[in-house]
């Protein structure tokens, strides 16, 4: 269920956030804050865990270093957001729009580079995004949605992540199940026992990443670069893997 109002103005959000001295962060946690303009603001790290931000307007807006500890996302607007060094633990980001057009240019994709993505939930097309540093321990990225309607049309089938930078990031037992991974590149990162079940990883590079128990049942490894990779011969699922003849170790 969605609030008809929010807890505050977008003018008041506004204003606390400008009025913020150096070195303290506005609190604006545990609050109805769906729907609102929020476009262009520079959040400072403002304190915003538990608050709700349904369907909010964050287009180009700076919340690098914010608090954003179990908060709603879900068709927010996140076009060129910067999320990097936020901490988003436990978070939902269902449905958002990432993309100014149906063009989908990548350059509109949101930043996550270095955040705290840990048991994050996603369904979504996030193609192009920066995870670089990120932790996605435990992160679910697998399409279903626990609503009424799982599973059904209302749901897409599989999240969209292609070319996304994954490099260095901490994903041990992330689920990637079903995830569309073109292009995607996991280079130096932790993927230890993560489930890659089913997914597209063709031309993925996986360079010098820890895939000690990774699952790759079903994956599509089509050109997929492993070269480098660590624990290949504990992963699950890459020996017959589609096209594993076609992978590069």
Do not use: W
Not at 98 to 124: C, H, M, W
Not at 139 to 149: D, I, M, T, V, Y
Request: aromatic letters at 10%.
């Amino acid at each position: 269920p969605v609030a008809p109002d929010a807890d505050f103005t977008a003018f008041q959000i506004t204003t606390t956030l400008f009025n913020t001295p150096p070195g303290e962060r506005a609190n604006f946690a545990g609050h109805d804050l769906t729907y609102l303009d929020l476009s262009n603001l520079d959040f400072k790290g403002a304190l915003l865990a538990r608050s709700d931000f349904y369907g909010t307007d964050f287009t180009a807006a700076n919340l690098s270093g914010a608090d954003l500890t179990g908060t709603r996302l879900d068709r927010s607007v996140l076009i060129r957001a910067n999320l990097s060094g936020a901490n988003l633990t436990g978070a939902t980001i269902y449905r958002p729009t990432i993309y100014a057009d149906e063009k989908s240019t990548l350059s509109d994709a949101p930043k996550f580079s270095g955040a705290n993505l840990t048991r994050i939930s996603v369904q979504a097309d996030l193609s192009g995004a920066d995870f670089r540093g990120a932790d996605l321990t435990d992160a679910n990225f697998s399409p279903l949605e626990a609503r009424p309607g799982k599973g059904t049309l209302t749901t897409q089938p599989s999240n969209i992540l292609r070319s996304c930078d994954f490099s260095g990031a901490r994903m041990t037992n992330a689920d990637m199940t079903r995830a569309f991974l073109t292009f995607s590149r996991f280079t130096g990162a932790d993927v230890r026992g993560a489930k890659f079940n089913n997914a597209d990883l063709t031309k993925a590079d996986f360079t010098g990443a820890d895939v000690s128990g990774a699952d790759f049942t079903g994956a599509d490894v089509y050109d997929t670069n492993f070269v480098g990779a660590r624990g290949l011969e504990t992963a699950i699922g890459l020996d017959h893997a589609v096209n594993a003849d076609k992978a590069r170790r």
